[in-house]
């Protein structure tokens, strides 16, 4: 298991941005495919964008277009997921997993080694 951790959560307020990582310490990073997913309260947990091997990233989710961004360091083996502008509803637990296919699939039930997430809250 790649024993995936995400960072970087927390309180902030609309228009703000955050930067969420996503690490493993056990195996490279950059042989895998990694999407970040969110949770609001009451949903369900939908795709954003994921990365693929190639370093292409894709989006997934059209209320996150234009504001958030997945880029990755492989030298750190570390995905990030940059949020501009965020808004009260961006408000959920963010979470990364690794896709199966290098090239990201869109089917969320495939993707494996969640990590726990982080909170993040937008609120004025």
């Known amino acids: 298991q790649l024993q995936l951790v995400e960072s970087g959560g927390g309180l902030v307020q609309p228009g703000e941005s955050l930067r969420l990582s996503c690490a493993a310490s056990?195996?490279?990073?950059?042989?895998?495919?990694i999407g970040w997913f969110r949770q609001a309260p009451g949903k369900e947990r939908e795709g954003l964008l994921c990365?693929?091997?190639?370093?292409?990233?894709?989006l997934y989710a059209n209320s996150v277009k234009g504001r958030f961004t997945i880029s990755r360091d492989n030298a750190k083996n570390t995905v990030y997921l940059q949020m501009n502008s965020v808004t009260v509803e961006d408000t959920g637990v963010y979470y990364c997993?690794?896709?199966?296919?290098?090239?990201?699939?869109?089917?969320?039930?495939?993707?494996?080694?969640w990590g726990r997430g982080t909170q993040v809250t937008v609120s004025s």
């Open positions: 997993a690794a896709s199966p296919n290098p090239s990201c699939t869109s089917n969320w039930s495939q993707y494996v080694d």
């Open positions: 056990r195996f490279r990073l950059d042989y895998y495919a």
């Open positions: 990365i693929r091997t190639t370093g292409v990233g894709l």
